[in-house]
């Protein structure tokens, strides 16, 4: 799958084309707020490899553990999660709690509609992944789905490549009336200490008369990652959005020599910005109206 025309711009014409923002339907945190992550799955026993446990484990955003718990199978339900949870959560009151593994995000949905907290569902808490990967090492590769095509009644006129200086990016898009974006501030280049001279890569899509239902699509599926995947090296390829939990779409494709070693070095761009990129999404190249923008990073564990 391609777009129906595809044109390409080398990243120093990306002056030309200034780009704008939008609402993401995102929970919105706060620095004010008390924000949990958790996570909730089942492993062996390490004593009897037939005996399944399910264990719980919660930690704040500095990755300092909170609590920690476990239970046999038939125990495993929203209902074992809330009377774990209802003490701490009684002391300190969290505004929300975050949790990566589609498998237990409904149990918590339903500890969040018993407890008066919200839930969300994300990739990006790298201190639970970390608390995880040291004590079940196995436990974060979560399994996914071959990309699925994006709709084509999504499908945009033209796209190309392009880059922001890091330094600017942030106060620049985060002052436009766009409407729909999603830049967090955990994202700031500033606050992840990439020199203000670096070039944040990204790809800009036209998407005309259809700009805005793709943007739409786009804050509706929570993108996370947009990456290249050669099929041929220095030859053909396409690009993949990471998106939700688990989800992965072919945003377009492409054979041409020019076009793969450019996607190529938007990847080594990536490399030099921590994983940073940036989604654009506008109807034309008239610099004047812009309708979506994403802040996007590679994941790092």
Known sequence: MSLKLITFLFPEFWAI?????????????????IVWQADFYRHLSKENEQNTIWNLVVCDQQGVIIHESSCQQSQANSQWLINELGPFVKQSSPDIIQVFRPQCLSLFQLVGKA?????????????????????????????QLPPQAIPESLWGDRWH?????????????SDRPIPIKDL?????????????DINL?????YGGQKSMYLARWLADNQPF?????????GKSGGLILESGLV?????????DADMANSAQRYEQQKENSQ?????????????MTQTGIWLLKEEEI
């Open 161 to 173: 490549f392009a880059t922001f200086k890091a330094g600017d990016f942030f106060d620049y898009f």
């Open 225 to 233: 990652s947009l990456n290249y995947i050669p099929t041929e090296v």
């Open 247 to 255: 989800d992965r779409w072919v945003v377009l494709t492409f054979e």
């Open 201 to 205: 890569p990204g790809v800009v899509i």
């Open 115 to 143: 407890l008066g907290i919200k839930i969300e569902g994300t990739r990006r808490i790298p201190q639970i992944k970390h608390i995880l990967e040291d004590k079940y090492p196995n436990s974060l590769q979560l399994e």
């Open 17 to 33: 084309y200034v780009i704008i923002s939008c609402e993401s339907n995102q929970l919105t945190v706060s620095k004010s707020m």
């Open 275 to 287: 994983g940073l990129h940036f989604l654009l999404i506008q109807p034309d190249d008239s610099g």
């Open 184 to 196: 967090s501030e955990s994202l700031n280049p500033i606050n992840l200490g990439i020199a203000s």
